[in-house]
């Protein structure tokens, strides 16, 4: 028994979710849905499309609440309260003007805000919130016990108005009820995505966006992942395959596995012709692949034949590798708080890799992700240098920035 039982704790999960991913591939393998085709990939389709059998364990139910107020209690007040009644993330601001911003930053689930506020006050903030972010429910509290300030607050089309001091209860009851419908709202008028993520070797797509495509699951969003060779260089290429099987599985995601030579891919007309007849069946909104600043030459010639053979997509975007050089400059900024343990997860699956690979660490994959939310925020940053965007490049609740 080791002397620290945290340290005992972590390995014996470790290998829990190690056993996890060995489970799902025995059982993918059993039912038969690894389907050969003629150019020696495989191809696996989950059982339902889009959806992730795993869905439950990839959401993030956390309620964010933006509160803004003046008054530094009360606004404590209502923090405190909302995280340890609800589990709720809360975020404060003092002023209207302040909010509006911080609406755009963090996407609440809820607004609360005061009335009597220097600057923008709190009907001119729900007014200014209505016409920016019309799904998003704001609550109103003030002081003033008046039919006149409920009507002003109800005519400006507040969701809910509460009266100082707050009851607690209630303020749960109407904050979690408000969530609900917000997400609803959203859900309904949110386009779903189609999500293409091109990788030269099993396991570059989970270290380059692992967290964005789990926030992609969570939000419902159709997920391909296209991987051009088997990774024979890097270990056994079945067991490999099996381990992308795995990985997919955990996302809800279709794989096309193709089995072009490690190390001798081309950027040129075959790997392109390859991806276009992926992009041709699939038709997606939005493509993820290597940067062209990277010293690993497949990586280099992926991102290459991608952006030529996804040349009609709207949104095209560019993650970085381990092998990424200082020339890589990404401009956006994409949040995974809440998807980090997720991307560890999938990458966990790769355990072939996992003894001579330290990039594959915990260590290794979380220090990048705090060291870019210097720029997006939060604790946890996927970095993207964008090609072009037309598209949302994840689910509603998460955050994502432009450089600058």
């Known amino acids: 028994m080791p002397r620290h039982p945290s340290l005992f704790l972590c390995v014996a999960s470790r290998a829990v979710r190690r056993r996890a991913c060995a489970t ?22 989950p059982q339902r499309s889009g959806i992730s059998p795993r869905r439950a364990e990839l959401s993030v139910d956390a309620i964010r ?6 008054d530094q209690d009360v606004s404590l007040l209502v923090k405190t309260v909302l995280e340890r009644r609800a589990g709720c993330v809360v975020d404060l601001a003092p002023d209207g003007l302040v909010a509006v911003e911080k609406v755009a930053e963090i996407r609440p689930d809820v607004v609360i805000t005061d009335i009597e506020m220097p600057g923008l006050n709190g009907l001119e903030l729900l007014a200014e ?10 609550v109103v509290m003030t002081a003033h016990v008046s039919v006149e300030y409920a009507v002003s607050a109800l005519r400006a089309q507040a969701d809910e108005f509460l009266t100082k001091p707050l009851d607690n209860a209630r303020l749960v009851e109407v904050v979690r009820n408000l969530a609900e ?13 189609i999500v293409l993520a091109v990788g030269a070797h099993p396991d570059d797509v989970e270290i380059g966006v692992g967290g964005v495509l789990a926030a992609h699951a969570a939000a419902g969003d159709e997920i391909t992942i296209l991987t051009l060779s088997r990774g024979a260089r890097g270990g056994d290429a079945n067991s490999r395959q099996n381990e992308s099987l795995a990985a997919a599985e955990l996302i809800g995601a279709r794989l096309f596995l193709k089995d072009l030579v490690d190390t001798e891919i081309s950027g040129g007309g075959s790997t392109v012709r390859l991806i276009e007849e992926v992009v041709e069946q699939i038709q997606p909104t939005i493509v993820y692949t290597h940067s062209a600043h990277d010293r690993h030459q497949d990586h280099r010639a992926v991102s290459e034949a991608t952006i030529a053979a996804t040349r009609r997509v709207g949104t095209v975007a560019c993650y970085q590798s381990p092998s990424a050089t200082i020339d890589f400059r990404p401009t956006r900024f994409v949040r995974i708080d809440g998807y980090i343990d997720q991307k560890l997860r999938l990458l966990e699956c790769f ?54």
């Not at 919130?129 to 704001?138: H, S, T």
């Open 129 to 138: 919130l209505r016409r920016k972010v019309p799904a998003v429910p704001v």
């Open 65 to 70: 609440v933006l509160v803004v107020d003046d």
């Open 181 to 193: 419908e917000g997400r609803r709202r959203r859900e309904e008028g949110r386009r779903k995505e």
């Open 351 to 404: 355990g072939s890799q996992t003894a001579s690979r330290d990039y594959l660490e915990p260590d290794f994959v979380t220090a990048p992700a705090r060291y870019w939310s210097r720029f997006g925020g939060g604790s946890a940053v996927e970095p993207l240098e964008v090609v072009r965007e037309t598209a949302e490049f994840i689910g509603a609740h998460e955050l994502t920035r432009k450089e600058g």
């Open 24 to 45: 799902i591939v025995r059982n993918l393998l059993a039912l038969s849905r690894v389907l050969p085709v003629a150019n020696a990939s495989v191809v696996y389709r």
